[in-house]
């Protein structure tokens, strides 16, 4: 499959920080509605739940994505197609800036697979980038989720991470693994662990296993994130293909194992995960950290840098 190129702009040019996803959302609902088979339900926490085709699955695939992002942006911006790479930048200053691939890379793999599955459940979570809030309420909403096989949510940078250890546990089982250990290799994907996002919460709260796959994005929270949009393909593929080969069959995991979440955070002092966070992000948007220098040449344009990049 290729990237359909015009949504996947549309997401990017859609600003929707933490606490400010409305748009995000309604550009969402609004695009599902041109979707034939497909059902809603927004719970008390704004987190949206889909399912397409109600009736006949003996089980669904579940896939989550979240609707906010880091940054918030001071102008209008356009984005830059310099394949494989896609940048944001201000349309007047022509200054660098974020795209929101973070996570609406994650979200463009879900509106997509609705489009070509025949039978799919997805949930679109709020505040993740605030301690994964909104996937804290959602995982009450059990009835939803009684007849999911297992969850893959695309919100890991790069192109070949697979995350099987998250939020101090093991997300995933030894048999999903060995599943879809040749399309791993197929695709280019390795196991590696990674720190804290709402696939973690779902696994955790539901004992499902759960996998958080790299989607393209490289720099994410800052001002010189971009994607690369083969390696956004890549993970679009290889999802399609794990579900595919999956069929029906349900991967029940008990996450009681691992560490204790409270090892993340062990340097916080007692501030909990979610002031911690919200007080980090607040402080680089006050002093425009976001605006780092490349680790390959220390400048802030990788739109026109000449230099092969270490990544």
């Known amino acids: 499959m290729k990237i359909n190129k015009n949504l996947l702009k549309q997401l990017y040019l859609i600003q929707h920080p933490s606490n400010y996803e409305n748009d995000m959302m309604s550009f969402i609902i609004n695009y599902c509605y041109k979707i034939p088979n497909l059902t809603f339900y927004i719970d008390h926490y704004s987190n949206i739940f889909i399912t397409k085709n109600s009736t006949n699955p003996q089980s669904y695939s579940c896939l989550i994505a979240h609707t906010d992002e880091a940054l918030t942006y001071k102008y209008e911006k356009e984005i830059v197609d310099k394949h494989p790479w896609w940048y944001g930048k201000y349309v007047g ?180 995960a979610e002031s911690y966070y919200a007080r980090k992000e607040r402080e680089a948007l006050e002093d425009n950290r976001y605006y780092i220098p490349c680790d390959d040449c220390l400048t802030y344009d990788c739109m026109n840098c000449n230099l092969q990049p270490s990544w």
Do not use: W
């Not at 609406?104 to 997509?112: Q, T």
């Not at 794990?242 to 008990?254: N, Q, R």
């Open 93 to 272: 200053s022509k200054k660098q800036c974020a795209l929101g691939a973070d996570d609406a890379n994650g979200i463009y793999v879900i509106l997509h697979l609705l489009e070509v599955l025949p039978n799919l459940k997805c949930v679109f979570t709020v505040e993740e980038e605030l301690g994964c809030l909104g996937a804290e309420q959602a995982v009450y909403n059990v009835d939803f989720f009684k007849d999911c096989q297992y969850f893959i949510q695309a919100d890991r940078r790069g192109k070949s991470d697979l995350i099987t250890f998250s939020n101090c546990i093991q997300i995933t089982s030894e048999e999903f693994v060995s599943d879809i250990k040749f399309l791993m290799n197929k695709y280019g994907y390795q196991e590696r662990e990674g720190i804290y996002t709402d696939v973690g919460i779902f696994v955790r709260e539901l004992n499902l296993s759960g996998i958080n796959v790299s989607c393209g994005y490289y720099d994410e929270h800052t001002m010189r994130e971009r994607t690369n949009i083969d390696a956004l393909e890549n993970c679009l593929n290889f999802i399609y293909d794990i579900i595919i080969e999956l069929g029906y069959k349900v991967y029940p995991h008990d996450a009681n194992c691992g560490y204790p979440e409270t090892y993340l955070f062990e340097s916080v002092s007692d501030e909990d």
